[in-house]
């Protein structure tokens, strides 16, 4: 079973078009992070929400965690061709200093924006 | 400053072969992390390290994988003796003490093994 399940899969999109992207789980968590990752690259952490229903923007980039804190959205505005990589959200275990924290990841949106 | 170095960036090895992949953690950072993500499959996780000693290794598959940090510094993963199914992108991800939630992970290694 998997913890966290992302949809869609795949999208390919115009540039300067809006696109959503959402996590999905059944579990709650105190925290869930977004990544994203380029060919050859590992993932870089984007934001991280912790209070249910709040509401992140990076530029063109809004991060929402659900009220239940059960499921997450990026929402990105305007696409443009640098958008193009693997969106991965990702939740932790532990989150004390030196504590686990040990992260889960999701099964990730491959997101490409052509011209 | 440096990032997160993994080392080879690809290998290639037949079946019952040994590889060791290596790991360069940002200077300063005393957790470690080795994840996997298999053809695919989400990225999972394998191993933490505070330091030199092992604080979680509950992802590890099997113990033809072993992982070390001596001294606290870099880590090594060993795969003795290496199967197909060992075949994926290995990534380290480093993170200091105290903001064990902010990874910053390695561009990976790819392994094939054939």
């Known amino acids: 079973t998997q913890l966290l399940e992302q949809s869609p899969q795949f999208l390919s999109i115009q540039e300067g078009e809006n696109l959503t992207v959402y996590c999905n789980s059944s579990?709650?968590?105190?925290?869930l992070q977004w990544y994203r990752q380029e060919p050859g690259e590992g993932p870089v952490l984007l934001v991280t929400v912790v209070t249910g229903g709040e509401v992140k923007k990076l530029k063109r980039l809004t991060f929402q965690f659900g009220d239940a804190r059960k499921d997450s959205s990026l929402h990105i505005t305007a696409a443009q061709t640098g958008d193009t990589g693997l969106y991965l959200c990702a939740v932790t275990k532990g989150g004390r200093a030196g504590g686990g924290n040990k992260l889960t990841f999701g099964t990730g949106t491959q997101l490409k924006v052509e011209l | 400053e440096a990032g997160v170095t993994q080392f080879p960036s690809h290998s290639v090895i037949e079946k019952g072969q040994t590889v060791t992949l290596r790991c360069d953690p940002i200077s300063g950072h005393d957790n470690l992390y080795w994840y996997r993500r298999v053809m695919g499959k989400e990225i999972k996780f394998l191993l933490h390290f505070v330091k030199e000693s092992k604080q979680d290794e509950s992802g590890m598959p099997n113990n033809r994988f072993l992982a070390e940090r001596t001294g606290g510094t870099y880590s090594t993963l060993k795969v003795q003796p290496a199967e197909l199914e060992d075949s994926g992108v290995y990534f380290c991800a480093s993170s200091l003490w105290d903001r064990p939630s902010e990874a910053f992970f390695g561009q990976g290694t790819r392994l094939t093994v054939v």
């Open positions: 579990s709650v968590f105190s925290s």
